[in-house]
């Protein structure tokens, strides 16, 4: 069982950066993907970074370049680090965990793969 916890999350100008973290009760180790989504009301849930357990990395291309998925040693946090924010990414961010084998980098980004969530943190992005 892994428990998830977000933070980080707050209002920002436009261009501003934020650092989300997720810290988990339980090792995410055994866990070979794990990510970051967002949803907004009325919309999917969104992949936005994915990382595997031999460091393969994804990202939407909406965010490509300008956030940045990582993991301490640990691997019992989860961190995403974005600069360059724009209002369209404003949205609720949740970090997830998915099962303990290898999804294929391919699937990186769909939140059906994941099966451990946390509550999410609100990220704020004023024009």
């Known amino acids: 069982q892994v428990q998830l916890a977000e933070s980080g999350g707050g209002s920002v100008q436009s261009g501003g950066s934020l650092r989300l973290s997720c810290a988990a009760v339980?090792?995410?180790?055994?866990?070979?993907?794990v990510g970051w989504f967002r949803e907004v009301p009325g919309k999917r849930r969104e992949g936005v970074a994915g990382?595997?357990?031999?460091?393969?990395?994804s990202y939407a291309d909406s965010v490509k370049g300008r956030f940045t998925i990582s993991q301490d040693s640990t691997k019992t946090s989860l961190y995403l680090q974005m600069n360059s924010l724009k209002p369209e990414d404003t949205a609720m961010y949740y970090c997830?965990?998915?099962?303990?084998?290898?999804?294929?980098?391919?699937?990186?980004?769909?939140?059906?793969?994941?099966?451990?969530w946390g509550r999410g943190t609100l990220v704020t992005v004023a024009s």
């Open positions: 339980g090792n995410i180790g055994d866990s070979y993907n």
């Open positions: 997830a965990v998915g099962p303990p084998y290898n999804i294929g980098v391919h699937r990186h980004l769909l939140a059906d793969e994941y099966k451990y």
């Open positions: 990382i595997d357990r031999a460091g393969r990395i």
